[in-house]
């Protein structure tokens, strides 16, 4: 079965940086793109990237642009995001997400807390 598992979450100042990854099994994973999302407390879920297949392909919501870095390591199925100069509104819950055959598989996420 399709299964996402995000890590890398933690308890980070203003102005540090995480790295979180997200380790996919049970389909290709070189096949398909993946993307980030995340929720802050009491808001709706954002996406925050998208990367292609390959990797070749990047893209970012507005906010991130510039901070974060999607990446992707297709021989060890495994999606990363480089969080650098973070602030408090970071803050959220971070998810992967793939989208296999029009359903959308989501892992449970990592906390990022960004906080002095």
């Known amino acids: 079965q399709v299964q996402l598992v995000e890590s890398g979450g933690g308890l980070v100042q203003p102005g540090g940086s995480l790295r979180l990854s997200c380790t996919a099994s049970?389909?290709?994973?070189?096949?398909?793109?993946m993307s980030w999302y995340r929720q802050a407390p009491g808001k709706e879920r954002e996406w925050v990237a998208y990367i292609s297949a390959s990797g070749g392909s990047t893209n970012y919501a507005d906010s991130m642009k510039g901070r974060f870095t999607i990446s992707r390591d297709n021989t060890k199925n495994t999606m990363y995001l480089q969080m650098n100069s973070l602030k408090p509104k970071d803050t959220a819950v971070y998810y992967c997400?793939?989208?296999?055959?029009?359903?959308?598989?989501w892992g449970i996420g990592t906390l990022v807390t960004i906080s002095s």
């Open positions: 997400r793939v989208l296999l055959r029009d359903m959308g598989y």
């Open positions: 049970g389909f290709s994973f070189s096949s398909y793109s």
